[in-house]
């Protein structure tokens, strides 16, 4: 992609303005992120302190222990590292298996089971949550893994991902299996699955994040401390009249950083696993 | 289990070949059982955790719940809706920001995505990264970022405005500014993936075109104007349908920033729903303000998608 004929070369000053002005738009972008790592590292007095620090402080170690008189946050770290491994391996299944039947098969009804799946774009999840309360709480599920789990585990963005990615793999090849007498079910982990590994750490991704910054759901399924995942007991420390927001912002650091660094490793396959669920080709 | 469906497989292999296009996509009728095994799992749980609950909801929508106890009250839920002023409010706190916040942000997106997929800019993927970093951050984390950013007496952003001699804002206490602010934290997060969706876009278009346009003359703004908006036409219908329907939906923000208030003016109809069910459990009102939130996205919905095809 190197440019450099006569007009591109002209275009130093521009060159220099445009990446001056995105340099701006990306000081606002990346800024709250900073401050809240710094934050992280400060008391409750410091955070807050004129002008803002830029430096990390020596309180996290502190703001850590606070937080754990607070709420067992060991507990909830382990909650949710837990549910979002969990949720990724179960719902990275389901989409999976539903993708590659709704890419590679012509069936009855596949037109209309797959629009009964566009229905859930367009019910805003909040008309289930009250029902969905209701069920758990007949079943006896609440403050329960699977309550939060089981719920989500078809989740339409995934499945679509997966239907648009199988999409690229040529019939001729499934074909090729059949003729020598391979059976569907290892046609889809021999041949299918082998060839999918860059859509699968999309999915990955997509589900970890998902599970992971979770909110409403679980705040609904989740009535007991010692089963809260990260984003409800942030948000049950924020309703506490005083609020510490060493501890408080410590956690968001917490609930933030595993993520960021995820993505920077991944960012790859997950922008482009994005891009597979979200445009049409 | 796949022995009865090579035995069936077996058996259609003698009937009458098929049509030729139907015949190749189930691989010569081998497997007829095979695509309802492979969608099941996905399908038997949507149907107990999404469409029960849907039809459910209905149900409850027409009774009245007050405690333990449930009385039939027919539409009297929806009626209660239309002289519910707190609804309204939130209805109008809800398209405030789809008219102000949606288009702003995705006009933000826009401009973005140009500069990122410009031949003039350096340092591509350190921006990619950067503007793509909001994205991955949980709704929870941002809002109480934000929240202690914004701070009355306190926050960094006051403390900014006082640099440069700006009285200070009361962010989150005031009903106007505590609409910017949830506005603010929206356009923050949301911006950098719309740029991503353009931005992929952008680089399908081919060089050839700019490069004729520039040729015939065409300055930069009409290159804009005539080759990348066309271009990008299906992505920012998409867009412009995900952010309408995921604004209607808002919840996380408001709640976690203002808690919908100060006075109601961020309650959106999401966290309205949320507190009448689950602060004053009154689930068959919730159920009905539930529904009315599906019959206004689904009204949109065919406004946009009919918008769409009389564009083509």
């Not at chain 1, 309180?59 to 491994?85: I, K």
């Not at chain 1, 079943?139 to 995934?158: C, D, H, K, R, T």
Request: charged fraction near 10%.
């Amino acid at each position: 992609m190197a440019r450099t004929g006569p007009a591109f070369r002209a275009g130093k000053r521009g060159q220099v303005l445009l990446t001056g002005l995105l340099l701006v738009l990306l000081a606002f972008t990346v800024a709250p992120l900073y401050w809240l790592l710094i934050a992280a590292t400060h008391n409750q007095h410091d955070i807050f302190g004129r002008p803002p620090h830029l430096l990390p402080g020596g309180e996290l170690g502190a703001n850590l222990a606070h937080l754990q008189t607070s709420v067992d946050f060991g507990q909830v770290v382990l909650n949710s590292v837990l549910m979002a491994t969990s949720y990724t391996v179960l719902g990275g299944i389901v989409c999976t298996l539903a993708g590659y039947g709704f890419a590679k098969y012509r069936f009855r009804g596949r037109g209309f089971l797959f629009s009964v799946l566009l229905l859930a774009l367009v019910v805003p999840t909040q008309l289930t949550i009250v029902p969905l309360f209701k069920l758990m709480v007949n079943l006896g599920w609440l403050n329960s893994y699977q309550a939060v789990l089981l719920p989500n585990l078809a989740l339409p963005f995934g499945i679509f991902l997966m239907r648009q990615s199988m999409r690229a793999l040529p019939d001729e090849l499934l074909q090729a299996g059949r003729i020598d007498g391979c059976g569907e079910l290892r046609l889809f982990f021999r041949v299918a699955l082998p060839t999918m590994k860059p859509a699968l750490a999309a999915l990955a991704m997509f589900l970890f994040l998902f599970q992971w910054n979770d909110f409403l759901w679980p705040l609904v399924a989740l009535r007991d401390p010692s089963s809260y995942t990260i984003p409800v007991a942030l948000a049950a420390l924020t309703g506490s009249s005083d609020v510490d927001y060493g501890q408080l912002l410590t956690g968001t650091a917490v609930a933030a950083v595993p993520m960021a660094v995820l993505f920077l490793f991944l960012q790859k396959h997950f922008v482009s696993g994005m891009l597979a669920g979200a445009v049409k080709q | 289990m796949s022995l009865a469906v090579r035995e069936r497989a077996k058996e259609r292999g003698k009937r009458p070949a098929r049509p030729a296009g139907t015949a190749r996509r189930t691989g010569g009728g081998t497997a007829r059982l095979a695509p309802y095994l492979f969608i099941l799992p996905a399908l038997a749980l949507f149907a107990a955790f999404r469409l029960y609950p849907i039809g459910w909801s209905f149900v409850l929508s027409l009774y009245h719940t007050e405690g333990m106890t449930q009385t039939w009250t027919g539409l009297g839920n929806y009626q209660r809706l239309i002289h519910d002023p707190l609804f309204w409010k939130a209805l109008g706190n809800t398209g405030l920001i789809l008219v102000v916040q949606v288009p702003v942000m995705l006009c933000l997106a826009l401009g973005l995505s140009v500069a990122l997929n410009s031949a003039l800019l350096r340092w591509k993927p350190l921006f990619r990264l950067g503007f793509f970093l909001p994205v991955v951050t949980g709704l929870v984390t941002y809002g109480l970022m934000m929240g202690a950013l914004l701070n009355q007496d306190s926050g960094a952003v006051n403390w900014l405005l006082s640099l440069v001699g700006l009285p200070e804002v009361h962010w989150l206490t005031d009903p106007f500014w505590a609409k910017v602010s949830v506005m603010l934290a929206l356009t923050w997060h949301y911006t950098g993936y719309n740029a991503v969706i353009y931005l992929a876009r952008l680089q399908g278009i081919p060089d050839e075109h700019y490069e004729a346009a520039a040729v015939d003359g065409a300055g930069a703004w009409r290159r804009f104007w005539h080759i990348t908006l066309p271009g990008l036409r299906p992505a920012l219908l998409l867009t412009v349908v995900l952010s309408t329907i995921g604004t209607l939906q808002l919840f996380d923000e408001p709640f976690i920033m203002t808690g919908g208030g100060p006075d109601n003016a961020t309650t959106t109809i999401g966290v309205y729903l949320y507190q009448t069910g689950f602060r004053y459990f009154d689930f068959g009102y919730a159920s009905a303000i539930g529904y009315a939130l599906v019959l206004i996205i689904s009204v949109f919905g065919l406004i946009q998608v009919k918008l769409a095809k009389e564009e083509d």
